[in-house]
């Protein structure tokens, strides 16, 4: 169960730093 939620964890971690990217991509072009 905890090796789970490290995963969880890292799969969160990942999915933000991908929207950061993509937001700031879109403020850059817009």
Do not use: C, W
Not at 24 to 30: G, M, R, V, W
């Amino acid at each position: 169960m905890g090796r789970f939620k490290e995963h969880l964890k890292a799969q969160g971690l990942a999915s933000t730093s991908v929207n950061r990217a993509l937001a700031a991509i879109k403020s850059f072009f817009s």
